[in-house]
Structure formats: C-alpha cells, structure tokens
C-alpha cells in the first residue's frame, strides 16, 4: 500500500476529525489507532492518519511517539506528513505543539513548517498570528479553559516561541492573500534565517487551500483539519489521485446490535446535548467524586445501564461542570482526576460492548482515546460526517466484530448531536 498523504494525529477524535475533512475534499482514507499492526490488512486509500495520545503527555513522549509513526508513513510512500493538533492549540509552555514540530523538522531534513490551526468552517482562524474562535480571541473564549491544557494566550507566535527552541515567524494575510508564489518567497526568507516553525494567518478556505499547495512542496506541515483540507484538495488538484474519489458506502453498512453513548467531556456543549438527550432516552449522570473514590460508581452505571439498554439508546455520563472539575482538580490533582474519569468511561464503554452494544457514540478527546484503547479496535474506516469533524466510523479488525463509532470532541455538534448519531448508526 503507498499512500500519498501521512498524518500523525494527537488525539483520536481529532483524528476522526482530519479522517473526515480529508474523506469529503476526495481521498480515501484509513484512521489508524497507533502504528498498525503488520498483520492488519489495511484498504488501498490515498491517505493514512495515525491516531495518537500525545496532546497531554511529556514532551519526549510525544516526540518518541510520532518519530515513529512518521518513520511508517514514509516507509510506505508518504511524502508530505501532517502533524494534526486541535484546532485551539490546546498546549501548555512545555509542549508539545513545538517540540513535536520540531522533531518531524529535523527527521524531514530539517525544512521550515507551516503551521495553522486554522479552520473556518468551525469558526477557528488566524489574524496576524492570533487565534480567534467565533470572532473571539481565544483567550476571552469559552474554549479557553481546557481542563487538562488551558490557553489563555491568542498570540500563537508567543505561544510557540515558549515551547520551540528555534525561532518562529508569521505569514501574515496580506502575504497569503498574494498567492502561493508570495508564501514561498516568505518561506524562503525564514528558511534563510534559520526560522523551523512559522505561524500562518488564514480566515477562509482559500486561504487554506493556498497553504496547502505550499505546504504539500514541503515534507512537514502541522495544523489542524483546516490545513488537512487544504492538503487533500491541492492533492486532487495536482491530479495525483487516480481514484473516483473517496467514499462512504462501506463504512455506513448496518452492523445492529444495541446502542449507547458515554460522555466524559466536560465542555458547555456536551452538558448542553446530553440536557436535550435526556428529554429521549434515559440518562445517568455519574459523580465525579465517587469515581475518584472507587469502583462502587462504576459498579453501579454497568447495572443501571444493563437493566435499561435492550430498551433503547442509554447514556451514561461522567461531564461535570467546569466548577466541579476545578474543585476536583484541587483536591485530587488534575492527572488524577483525568486519569480516573478517563479510566472509568472506558470500563463502562466496554462493559457495554460486553453486554452486545455495537454501536457507540462517544463525546470527549481523553475518553474516546480511553474508550478505543480499551477496545482494543486498530482501525477505521470513515463514513458520512455527523456533524462537523464528527464521521460515522466502522471498525476495521476488530475482535468483537463490527462496530459503529462516533468519537465526538468535547465542543463539536449541534444540540441534538447524540440522536442524530445514532440516526445515522444502524
């Protein structure tokens, strides 16, 4: 299998993010969890991206990790590898945006990389090096309190500089807005300078389409599915994809089986969906507190949601607010804390698959990650989008047999995200 495009993402729903944004712009493509295993048989597909857990561990994880997956990637044809981080640059001054970035730099031959979380279409983007969200700065954003990385700090060339040990530059709008032949000549001028890592401004798609076409005659790009976006269609355009073009057929096959939806996520529109769930099928809400206690909580949401599930849909939901989970954090640390949410969604998301769910919609970054790796699934292919950034996805290898997925990042979907997942799961 040669692929064209390699990504290495930092986080699973992030990945099934970029998955789905590279799918819809025309290239077949694959989710990985981790480096696959040689005995999976993957499809033939254009594009491969590795799905990660390195957003919140320590920087030589993360570059450990992705040195790794950049080494498979290229091993098997890639010649542009995307780095994808969220869309909110969620990091702290240690890393790992910069230092990942970096590293990828140096394995390529050490070129300068563009780098933008930028992505319109969800109302991310990026003026003179700062990040909006919804025409807010993100650091006067709801999104700025992530409770494992918050940001408080819109200026991304400030905020890379911190965690690079190299200089950082900017291409401003008015460069990009010139086309790619004026990015290039600014890409000229830092690779001059010694600049590794250089900050993109980009307020719509073809902004983003001008980057991609730089970007692809470089080995190594890092953004979110915006900058995914751009790639895949500059791919289309180069006429380098021989195929029809990507599908969703086979991923959207029915698999029946019950269904059920575990949330973790702690953000204002998961709180908000899992209230107007509630009006349609039975909702549990966990105590964060008791989960950090013991295993009695978990005892309790498996027979709770085993006494209710041939019924219907359940959900079982460990999402607090954002002054319960700083209160928890206080008490009990925030690895801790983290750590035994993300521990307790997954035993109850496989206890269910036990109990013959198939179809599994799951809400947060940390417990779609938790959630897959205890499952144990290698692979995915990727189905129609839900919502934005949200495919359907079908499992590839998987030792229960087939399943439907949606991993679903805190902030993503409308209000009625969990009903129209499971509308679209059969």
Same mark, same amino acid.
């Given at each position: 299998?040669?692929?064209?495009? /390699?990504? *290495? ?21 694959? @989710? ?30 993360? =570059? +450990? ?5 950049? @080494?498979?990637? $290229? ?47 969800? /109302? ?44 950082? /530059? ?28 250089? *900050?993109?401004?980009? *307020? ?40 029809? /073009?990507?599908?969703? +057929? ?22 908000? @969906?899992?209230? =107007? ?12 507190? $008791? ?10 949401? *498996? ?40 521990? +307790? ?10 109990? !013959? ?6 809400? !947060? ?10 499952? +144990? ?48 799961? $059969?």
């Amino acid at each position: 299998m040669a692929i064209l495009l /390699g990504s *290495i993402a930092d986080d699973y729903t992030g990945a099934s993010d970029l998955a789905n944004t590279l799918t819809k712009n025309g290239l077949r493509t694959v @989710q990985t969890v981790g480096i696959p295993d040689p005995s999976l048989a993957l499809p033939d597909v254009d594009a491969v991206v590795i799905s990660l857990k390195i957003r919140s561990v320590p920087a030589s994880d993360a =570059v +450990a990790a992705a040195a790794s997956a950049e @080494q498979w990637l $290229r091993q098997r044809g890639a010649g542009h590898v995307l780095y994808k981080i969220c869309s909110t640059f969620d990091s702290t001054d240690a890393g790992n945006i910069g230092p990942v970035t970096e590293a990828l730099s140096e394995a390529a031959g050490g070129d300068v990389v563009l780098v933008t979380p930028a992505f319109p279409e969800t /109302g991310r983007t990026v003026y003179l090096g700062h990040l909006f969200v919804g025409g807010q700065p993100l650091n006067e954003s709801p999104l700025k309190d992530h409770p494992l990385n918050p940001m408080h700090d819109a200026n991304l060339v400030r905020v890379l500089t911190r965690q690079s040990r190299n200089a950082v /530059g900017l291409i401003d709008l008015t460069t990009i807005a010139a086309g790619p032949g004026a990015v290039k000549m600014r890409l000229d001028s830092f690779r001059t300078a010694g600049v590794t890592a250089v *900050i993109a401004d980009a *307020i719509f798609e073809h902004d983003l389409e001008t980057l991609g076409e730089v970007a692809l005659e470089t080995p190594v790009s890092t953004g979110a599915s915006g900058l995914g976006l751009g790639l895949a269609r500059a791919l289309v355009r180069s006429g380098r994809i021989s195929s029809g /073009g990507a599908t969703t +057929a086979d991923a959207i096959r029915p698999v029946g089986g019950l269904s059920a939806i575990v949330a973790g996520s702690c953000s204002k529109a998961t709180l908000h @969906q899992l209230d =107007v769930a509630e009006r349609s099928m039975p909702v549990l809400r966990l105590d964060p507190e $008791r989960l950090l206690a013991g295993p009695d909580e978990i005892a309790t949401a *498996i027979s709770w949601a085993g006494d209710r599930i041939s019924a219907g849909p359940v959900v079982v939901a460990a999402s607090a607010a954002p002054e319960t989970v700083s209160r928890l954090q206080s008490l009990y640390g925030r690895e801790a804390s983290g750590h035994a949410i993300e521990t +307790a969604t997954s035993i109850i998301a496989a206890e269910l698959v036990e109990r !013959g769910v198939r179809r599994l919609v799951v809400a !947060g970054g940390e417990t779609s990650g938790a959630a897959v790796d205890r499952l +144990a699934i290698p692979a995915f292919l990727i189905g129609p989008e839900i919502a934005p950034g949200v495919p359907v996805l079908r499992t590839i290898g998987n030792a229960q047999g087939d399943m439907l997925l949606a991993l679903k990042s805190g902030n993503f979907g409308g209000e009625d995200f969990f009903t129209a997942a499971l509308a679209m799961m $059969r």
